[in-house]
């Protein structure tokens, strides 16, 4: 089902730049309009300005971001700063990130994949926006290029492909390999998270034919990215319309996208927390008792909000309140609630309330996800009195600390925490063909942008 294949990738020339943790990024969803102005500062030449570029009074068709985008990415390939490798590749892409305390690795490889429509062995979960659609596809026509790779799994229960990609890695013997070349890393850099990256290039025939033969059979599952490969599909398309015929090699058939296994130990998934403001007259009291139809509510004693209200050090209890989200979760749909004084967790009382609530022909999966229970039964029925939640009133955060802390300064008027979306749940999604709300899933770390680049 996954047809991949090498590229000549475009990377950074380090003598020029120096060290790539100047001019690399995270993607371009996850950045701030502070942290854009911030990363414009870091370095002429980072990366910010092809993926993210900013927007300036007298601004036109012609003369824009997308525009200046592709000014600099043909700057920065005329004069050296940017390079194109001399041989087709595989990168084969490693992260070493700490979580909980604990160091794991996820390793996976970036290359091409045959773009193909959604249920012909590429499959989403998550649903998209048109807004975002239409600024990538900006982008993409504006610089013919492929400027970060999207996030993708695969199911590899016997870890066939991983041994494959292991032999790479600094943690094996080389001289075992017999690849010494190969086995030398072709980027090794910590980003400002702390979080370490690692790019090996692999263009050794052999190699490379076993790994295009293990893949022919896997279904791919995006993971994150789904804006960019809708917008490479349409993309695609117009090129087709265009030249009235494709053999299916033209570059404009095929995107760069990372690769992982999700049996791999690496994998990890966060959620991403919801914060609710522009809601009129709210009024937690009255809220209270409309949640209370649905779910059993339980208040954190007045001992524990003095840990969350800053009367004592640390911040433990709120990290005990997403202990309790993890102990109770999995046979149980629980969230944790703040209005910014009191925390609440929210049990749901009776599965049949989501099928007597959820009227859209899901399947169970679907309607017994914790993100489709928290916006149809809260976010839409309760606070949006039976309508679906503008987009505009939901902001999302991973730092749980940080989403307390906003709402305990009135930036926000409500958060809910929720527990990770489990990756058997995304595959079961995907497969039956259905979508989760936006934000369902945060696979954690993100790519870092800026690694390697294809040119269209």
């Given at each position: 089902m996954?047809?991949?294949?090498?590229?000549?990738?475009?990377?950074y020339?380090?003598?020029?730049?120096?060290?790539?943790?100047?001019?690399?990024?995270?993607?371009y969803?996850?950045i701030?309009?502070?942290?854009?102005?911030?990363?414009?500062e870091?370095?002429?030449?980072?990366?910010?300005?092809?993926?993210?570029?900013?927007?300036?009074?007298?601004d036109?068709?012609?003369?824009n971001?997308?525009?200046?985008?592709?000014?600099?990415?043909?700057d920065?390939?005329?004069?050296?700063?940017?390079?194109e490798?001399a041989?087709?590749?595989i990168?084969?892409?490693?992260?070493?990130?700490?979580y909980?305390?604990?160091?794991?690795?996820?390793?996976?490889?970036?290359?091409?994949?045959r773009?193909?429509?959604?249920?012909q062995?590429?499959l989403?979960?998550?649903e998209?926006?048109?807004?975002?659609?239409?600024?990538?596809?900006?982008?993409?026509?504006?610089?013919?290029?492929?400027?970060?790779?999207?996030?993708?799994?695969?199911?590899d229960p016997?870890?066939?492909?991983?041994a494959i990609l292991?032999?790479f890695?600094?943690?094996?013997?080389?001289?075992?390999?017999?690849?010494?070349?190969?086995?030398?890393?072709?980027?090794?850099?910590?980003d400002?998270?702390?979080?370490?990256?690692?790019?090996?290039?692999?263009?050794?025939?052999?190699?490379?034919?076993?790994l295009?033969?293990?893949?022919?059979?896997?279904?791919?599952?995006?993971?994150?990215?789904?804006?960019?490969?809708?917008?490479?599909?349409?993309?695609?398309?117009?090129?087709r319309q265009?030249?009235?015929?494709?053999?299916?090699s033209?570059?404009?058939?095929?995107?760069?996208?990372?690769?992982?296994?999700m049996?791999?130990?690496g994998?990890?998934?966060?959620?991403?927390?919801?914060?609710i403001?522009?809601?009129?007259?709210?009024?937690?009291?009255?809220l209270?008792?409309?949640?209370n139809?649905?779910f059993?509510i339980?208040?954190?004693?007045?001992l524990?909000?003095?840990?969350?209200?800053?009367?004592?050090?640390?911040?433990?209890?709120?990290?005990?309140?997403?202990?309790f989200l993890?102990?109770?979760?999995?046979?149980?749909?629980?969230f944790?609630?703040?209005?910014?004084?009191?925390l609440?967790?929210l049990t749901l009382?009776?599965?049949?309330?989501?099928?007597?609530l959820?009227?859209?022909?899901r399947?169970r999966?679907?309607?017994?996800?914790?993100?489709?229970?928290?916006h149809r039964?809260?976010l839409?029925?309760?606070?949006a009195?039976?309508?679906r939640?503008?987009e505009?009133?939901?902001?999302?955060?991973?730092?749980?600390?940080?989403?307390?802390?906003l709402?305990?300064?009135r930036?926000y008027?409500?958060?809910?925490?929720?527990?990770?979306?489990?990756?058997?749940?995304?595959k079961a999604?995907a497969?039956?063909g259905e979508?989760?709300?936006?934000?369902?899933?945060?696979?954690y770390?993100?790519l870092l942008?800026?690694?390697?680049?294809?040119?269209?």
């Amino acid at each position: 089902m996954a047809e991949i294949l090498p590229f000549r990738g475009i990377r950074y020339s380090e003598d020029r730049v120096g060290s790539l943790e100047v001019v690399t990024t995270p993607p371009y969803d996850v950045i701030s309009s502070q942290d854009r102005d911030r990363l414009y500062e870091k370095n002429d030449y980072n990366v910010i300005r092809l993926i993210l570029g900013k927007e300036f009074p007298g601004d036109d068709e012609k003369n824009n971001r997308y525009s200046r985008a592709a000014n600099f990415l043909h700057d920065w390939l005329k004069e050296g700063t940017l390079k194109e490798d001399a041989q087709e590749s595989i990168y084969i892409y490693e992260q070493e990130y700490s979580y909980r305390g604990k160091r794991k690795v996820r390793r996976g490889f970036i290359s091409l994949l045959r773009l193909k429509d959604f249920g012909q062995g590429v499959l989403p979960h998550e649903e998209t926006l048109a807004k975002p659609k239409e600024d990538r596809l900006r982008l993409l026509k504006a610089c013919q290029a492929n400027l970060s790779p999207i996030f993708t799994i695969y199911a590899d229960p016997d870890r066939a492909i991983d041994a494959i990609l292991d032999p790479f890695t600094p943690f094996r013997d080389k001289s075992l390999t017999g690849l010494e070349e190969e086995a030398s890393p072709l980027i090794d850099m910590e980003d400002e998270r702390g979080e370490r990256h690692r790019l090996w290039s692999v263009s050794s025939p052999e190699k490379l034919k076993k790994l295009t033969r293990l893949m022919s059979d896997k279904e791919i599952y995006i993971a994150d990215g789904h804006h960019r490969y809708e917008t490479a599909l349409t993309f695609r398309n117009e090129m087709r319309q265009c030249f009235h015929h494709s053999t299916g090699s033209e570059p404009y058939n095929y995107l760069m996208v990372y690769l992982t296994n999700m049996e791999g130990e690496g994998l990890t998934i966060l959620p991403a927390h919801r914060l609710i403001q522009n809601l009129p007259d709210l009024d937690i009291s009255k809220l209270k008792v409309q949640i209370n139809k649905f779910f059993r509510i339980t208040k954190l004693d007045p001992l524990e909000r003095r840990f969350l209200m800053g009367l004592d050090k640390g911040e433990g209890q709120l990290r005990k309140m997403l202990s309790f989200l993890k102990e109770m979760g999995g046979n149980n749909c629980v969230f944790g609630m703040s209005d910014g004084v009191n925390l609440y967790l929210l049990t749901l009382k009776d599965e049949t309330i989501i099928d007597q609530l959820v009227k859209e022909d899901r399947s169970r999966e679907w309607k017994r996800l914790d993100v489709t229970i928290l916006h149809r039964i809260i976010l839409d029925h309760i606070l949006a009195k039976g309508k679906r939640m503008e987009e505009e009133k939901i902001s999302y955060l991973v730092d749980a600390e940080e989403a307390f802390q906003l709402v305990k300064d009135r930036k926000y008027q409500l958060a809910f925490f929720l527990n990770p979306t489990r990756v058997n749940q995304v595959k079961a999604i995907a497969r039956a063909g259905e979508r989760m709300p936006g934000k369902a899933t945060y696979f954690y770390p993100k790519l870092l942008t800026g690694l390697v680049m294809r040119p269209i």
